[in-house]
């Protein structure tokens, strides 16, 4: 079983910055392949980005430039650095693992956290 733990999500202004953390298993985390996923209110939730376990990074245009994926194995922790937030970005944060066989592989994996709330004020 993998269980994932997010926070660090909440209120922030137009143009502020949030870093989300997803806390992953203590063994095995190496492993993995994570992503940061979102879903906004009626829209279907999207990737927004996605950091293998060769430390392969995919992000989604709507947010490339803007925010950074990265993983500690040692603290089994994924993080999300959210720079320059807008309105848009507004939704429901979750951080999602997987085990593959493949690379470049960006579907989702089975194993999801609780999800963490980020509001962009206009």
């Known amino acids: 079983q993998v269980q994932l733990v997010e926070s660090g999500g909440g209120l922030v202004q137009d143009g502020g910055s949030l870093r989300l953390s997803c806390a992953g298993p203590r063994s095995a985390f190496s492993i993995l392949d994570m992503g940061w996923y979102r879903q906004a209110p009626g829209k279907q939730r999207e990737l927004v980005a996605h950091?293998?376990?060769?430390?392969?990074?995919y992000y989604a245009d709507s947010v490339k430039g803007r925010f950074t994926i990265s993983r500690d194995n040692a603290k089994s922790t994924v993080y999300l650095q959210m720079n320059n937030l807008n309105p848009e970005d507004t939704a429901v944060y979750y951080c999602n693992a997987k085990q593959t066989l493949f690379r470049n592989d960006y579907s989702p994996g089975p194993y999801w956290g609780q999800g963490t709330q980020v509001t962009v004020s206009s």
């Open positions: 950091i293998a376990r060769d430390w392969n990074t």
